[in-house]
């Protein structure tokens, strides 16, 4: 199925860092949300971006809509270990198709 | 807490059997969503409901189907079960057809065909 591209696929980081995570595509996207999954959960949304140029925070969390609308960035400052876990990026295509496109993943583990 | 429900939250079945999952999405949202996760995989969406009509399929199995009722809650039936079916399937909703539309997911269903 159709996925975006995610990276990186996984990073260990110590506490306390920042992280940087980013998803892009060869195609134009309206809607970008970034969300955090636990094993064995749903996926807990996290961020949610509407307009090219976008930066919205969360928190710790910050995360941008790119200008091209072809890609997004998630930030984490100050990592701690509950952050752990896998970050998706979603994507949603232009008005006309209402599905959302998913990202491969970013697993993030904090060493304290 | 999202306010999507599934249930059940665990199934355990056999091959060539057939399933039935529930989901009840959020209080006022009129579009469902559901999607299959593979051990350690992405998210790969299946079919989207609106207000009781299909409005979008993704890689959806002809084994597999779905509908939404009149009181919104939606089913995934999925039948002549495979071992390579065994799966989180999610469901999620959302409060409009499209446009800035964000999903909302429930907490899955964890489906092993043995």
């Known amino acids: 199925g159709q996925q975006l591209n995610q990276s990186p696929q996984s990073m260990f980081i110590q506490e306390g860092e920042d992280v940087s995570m980013n998803c892009t595509s060869s195609?134009?996207?309206?809607?970008w949300l970034w969300y955090k999954q636990d094993p064995g959960e749903g996926p807990v949304l996290l961020i949610a971006?509407?307009?090219?140029?976008e930066l919205t925070s969360n928190g710790r969390l910050t995360a941008q809509f790119g200008i091209t609308r072809k890609d997004s960035f998630l930030n984490i400052s100050a990592s701690i270990p509950s952050d752990v876990g896998i970050y998706f990026c979603?994507?949603?295509?232009?008005?006309?198709?209402?599905?959302?496109?998913f990202g491969t993943g970013t697993r993030l583990k904090v060493l304290a | 807490d999202s306010g999507v429900t599934q249930t059940p939250k665990h199934l355990i079945t056999a091959t060539g059997q057939r399933v039935t999952l529930r989901c009840s999405p959020r209080?006022?949202?009129?579009?469902v969503y559901w999607y299959q996760q593979s051990l350690d995989q992405g998210l790969q969406f299946l079919i989207q409901?609106?207000?009781?009509?299909?409005?979008a399929k993704g890689n959806i199995l002809e084994r597999f189907s779905a509908q939404q009722f009149p009181d919104l809650h939606s089913e995934l039936n999925l039948s002549s079960l495979e071992l390579g079916d065994s799966a989180l399937y999610f469901c999620?909703?959302?409060?409009?057809?499209?446009?800035?539309?964000?999903?909302?997911f429930g907490p899955g269903t964890r489906l092993t065909v043995l």
């Open positions: 971006l509407y307009k090219a140029g």
């Open positions: 999620a909703s959302s409060a409009r057809l499209a446009g800035t539309d964000t999903q909302y």
């Open positions: 195609s134009i996207f309206n809607t």
């Open positions: 209080s006022g949202d009129l579009s």
């Open positions: 409901y609106y207000n009781g009509e299909e409005r």
């Open positions: 979603a994507g949603q295509l232009p008005s006309g198709t209402y599905k959302y496109i």
